[in-house]
Each structure stands twice: as C-alpha cells, then as structure tokens.
C-alpha cells in the first residue's frame, strides 16, 4: 500500500490542494483514501492504493507549487539506517568552495565543483584538481573558513536527533574534508562521519588529499556494511545528498532522496526534496512535529 505524503514548505496546504492531488491521482487509475494530517496545513498523508509506485510519482511531484511530494510503501516508513553526504545537504555551503575563497580562487573551483555535482566530470580527477590549486594555503584558514562559512542546513540537527532518539543509526558520508565533516557531524548529532583527509605540512596544505578517496562507491560500500551490520534490510534505510557522487547510494537505499539536488541525481532518486527544509524526511517517515528532538 502506498502513501504520499505531501509537504508544505510554509503552511498553505489545504482542501484545494488536496483536491488537485486526488485528481491527479485519480487520473492514473488510482483511488486515493482519506487524508490523515501530520500537522494541519503543513505535512499530510494521501493513501495511494495499489497503484505502480513511478506512475503516482510522475503525477504528483511538481504538481503543487511549494509542495513537495513523497510517494512510498506505507509500511516500514520510518527507517533504522540514515546515510547522508555534507556539503550542501546537511550544510549550507560547499566547503571546498569556500576555502579556496581564502585563497583568492573561488571562481575557478566553485566551476569545477558545480560541474563534478552535476556529473560532468570524474569525481576524484575533480577533486585532485581542485585541492592542487590549494596547495600552500595557510592550515589556519580551515579553522577560519569553518567559523564564519559552515552553517547548518535548517532541520539537520532535528532530523537527525529525532532518528536517533527513536533508535536509528545515522552516518555522514562527505567527499569532502575531515576537517569540516568531524565537526559538522559533532554538532549535529551524528553516530559516525566518513570524508576525505586533507593533507597538511609545515602548517600549510599540500595540495593533496590522502588515499583512498571517499567517492561515489565509498558512499554506496557504506551504506551496504552499515546495514549488513546492523541486520537491516534495505528497505529500512534513507539515503540523502544532492550531487551526482550520491546517485549510487540514493539508488540503493529503501528511501533514497534527492535534497535541493543537481538534475541528474533528481532523475535517478526515488523522491526529491525541492522546497523544503530537511525536516521533510521527518514528515515522510511519519514523524509529528510534537515527537521531533529539538537543537
């Protein structure tokens, strides 16, 4: 049995809105039952039947302006294994970007780094390139980049405590630095973070980044062996990132998800994240506003 549930970036869902959805689902053979509200205005769920789960997607997301749009099984909605990436997902900011700001380039790299996201180029040739051009940076710009540019996406903290407190498991899982990803998994509340070593000498960066790189298949291999071991099905796990070097894991989790994401990682997800905040995965895994943990 499905559901879709739909959610309001501010309030403004309402009997209109609803109607158009049931339209659009009764337009694909589908007969949608009756609405429970997670939060009135805000976040509802919409019991889709046994319709094919891509035709209730490809009538349902996009259709409400401002509303996203989550269709997945009714059961086992509230997942036991959470992996996420960093940049631009759980942070505001892509922080390779914003350190080579330091270093007077950020428009070169921030070029490379859209394109790398978007599936253009070979992630660690990218990634090499990028770190090459910061060699003999200072080592205290790092400290200086993370207190004024990293800043927490909005629902990171509350998603992530709210799993946590309800027996989850969560991982970030960054190409990015350990540097950053150490501290943005602290303050956020995460079990575990995985990323890339930048390497230092002499209190300046080489401009290399220690082996093996975090990629693509790291974060995918990571989300399997966490899973593995906690005895968990796939079906009980959440994927989430935005660029192209997530599209594998987003593709092997039960919910995988596409946050305020790159084209080709929207076409590949199985829900995307357009308007909201990251407290959407917590409406679409059931969760009311009453039982989220709070920062």
């Given at each position: 049995m499905?559901?879709?549930t ?7 869902l309402?009997a209109?809105?609803?109607?158009t ?9 589908g ?5 429970v ?6 976040a ?6 046994r319709?094919?789960?891509v ?6 997301e ?11 099984p ?11 990436d ?9 922080c ?11 428009a070169?790299?921030a070029?490379?780094?859209e ?16 770190v090459?051009?910061l ?8 400290d200086r ?6 800043r927490l996406m ?7 405590r ?9 991982v ?7 540097v ?13 973070a ?7 000498a ?5 401009g290399?980044v ?5 990629d ?11 899973a ?10 959440l994927?989430?990132?935005d ?14 998800v596409a946050?305020?994401?790159k ?5 590949a ?5 357009e ?16 039982s989220w943990?709070a920062?």
């Amino acid at each position: 049995m499905l559901i879709a549930t739909l959610i309001a970036s501010e309030p403004g869902l309402g009997a209109r809105e609803i109607a158009t959805a049931r339209d659009a689902v009764a337009g694909v053979g589908g007969v949608a039952g009756e609405l429970v509200w997670l939060e009135q205005g805000v976040a509802a769920d919409l019991p889709l039947g046994r319709i094919d789960a891509v035709a209730g997607r490809a009538a349902l997301e996009g259709l409400l302006p401002g509303i996203d749009v989550i269709v997945q099984p009714a059961a086992g909605r509230a997942k036991r294994l959470l992996v996420a990436d960093m940049d631009s997902t759980m942070i505001t900011i892509e922080c390779i970007d914003e350190l080579a700001d330091y270093a007077g380039i950020k428009a070169e790299i921030a070029e490379v780094t859209e394109r790398a996201m978007r599936g253009e180029l070979d992630f660690e040739s990218a990634l090499d390139a990028r770190v090459a051009l910061l060699a003999g940076l200072g080592a205290d710009m790092i400290d200086r980049c993370h207190e004024e540019r990293v800043r927490l996406m909005p629902g990171a903290q509350a998603l992530i405590r709210t799993m946590r407190a309800n027996g989850a498991r969560c991982v970030l899982v960054s190409g990015g630095f350990t540097v950053f990803a150490d501290r943005v998994a602290t303050a956020i509340g995460f079990d575990r973070a995985l990323s890339n070593v930048l390497e230092v000498a002499d209190g300046k960066l080489v401009g290399r980044v220690s082996r093996p790189i975090v990629d693509a298949d790291t974060k995918r291999r990571t989300l399997l062996a966490e899973a593995e071991a906690l005895g968990l099905g796939m079906s009980e796990t959440l994927a989430v990132g935005d660029g192209a070097n997530d599209i594998p894991m987003i593709q092997a989790a039960g919910l995988g998800v596409a946050y305020h994401a790159k084209p080709k990682t929207q076409a590949a997800a199985g829900a995307r994240i357009e308007y909201g905040d990251l407290t959407a995965l917590l409406w679409a895994q059931g969760y009311r506003r009453e039982s989220w943990i709070a920062a």
